[in-house]
């Protein structure tokens, strides 16, 4: 128990039961104690029943729950260390943590993982940590605790919650080192025996888009041979696979220019660079001037939809990207097309793709319905975890 206490309506109760971790500000009834954005707090319904702890915020999500029932562990280093050995424990039977071969994984998945709020993504011997909320932000020093205790030979720990912890809760927050350090040096990882040189201090997100592993591993079964391009390659992820894997040639475009540096960087540790090419360029753009016919397109766009409210423009955008991208593929050629957005599910991503077949005048066949990695685990008493969707057309 702690002295801060959130009371729920009558009635508004039956989520946390079902250990759904998010508390909506509609269903409190009462604040008691030192209720303050960023602390723990007990929460407890209308008779005064203990549900469980977790971090307050004041918001439209107000708790985000770090434990349930009667017993509910308080988040001291324990109960971290506890956590975070259970989420490194299932990544070791995932084969992520081991020889070498993939050296790169997430860690913790948030809700995924018991921790809401919470990326931990693994590069090697250095942890990238991101507090998506005041509760995380303030428990990092004891993450960063946690963290060594349960990752072996782990050197570093780098903090990037500046660009996602909300502002108020934390005036003048900087990125940097928690511990251990390596700051200006180049940082190689492998990925499935790929090397990929990743910039987790200026880099998007924590460095490196982690979620698309499995389905580079699919593209490079079909690459051999085929004439590829990749659209939002940002590093050049699914670009390093397709060359590797024996493609015929791979274009790459990605309007950020340090996007195209890293791809062009990641292409020269495969040494096949002479296969690859790059364009710094609006992908809509790109494709409306190129000529070429592709025998493999990859489109992996950032969500376009970040909330519920801009759904429909977003399916119209999958939309309008799927018609330019299905033109362009050869026929009897293959499509991945990926949707990222969370508030887009697979049913209305499917129908976009669909639209987009009908108005490029292009029958096509599902060969596959892909998602986001077992290192992204979706909490079942969580849906809201699963955001990536991907389809694999053949295209006639
Ligand atoms: N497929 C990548 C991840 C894509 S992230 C991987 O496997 O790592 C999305 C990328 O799209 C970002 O790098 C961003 O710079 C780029 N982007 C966003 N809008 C774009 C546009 N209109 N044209 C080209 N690139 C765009």
Redesign the pocket.
Known sequence: MTSAIVTLKPGKDQSLRRRHPWVFSGAIARLQGEVVEGEVVTVQASNGEVLGVGHYAPGSIAVRMLDFGAGAQLPDAAFWEARLRNAYQLRQGLGLTGTGNTNVYRLTHAEGDGVPGLIIDVYGDTAVVQAHSAGMYKARPLIAEALQAVIPGLRAIYDKSAETVPAKAAPGAQNGYLFGGGSGQEHVVHENGHPFAVDWETG?KTG??ID?RDN?SLLARYAPGRRVL?????????SSYALQAGAELVHS????KR?IELTERNAALTGLESKHAAYA????SFMKNSQEQYDLI?L???AFAKHLSARHNALMGYKRLNAAGIRQIAPGGLLFTFSCSQVVSAELFEGAVLAAAIEAGRPARILHRLTQPADHPVSLFHPEGEYLKGLVLAVE
Do not use: I, K, L
Request: charged content about 20%; hydrophobic content about 35%.
């Open positions: 998007q490196f888009f698309q580079r990749n659209t939002f390659c940002y590093t050049g992820g699914f475009v990605d309007s950020s996007a360029e609006d992908v809509f990859v992996d766009p950032p």
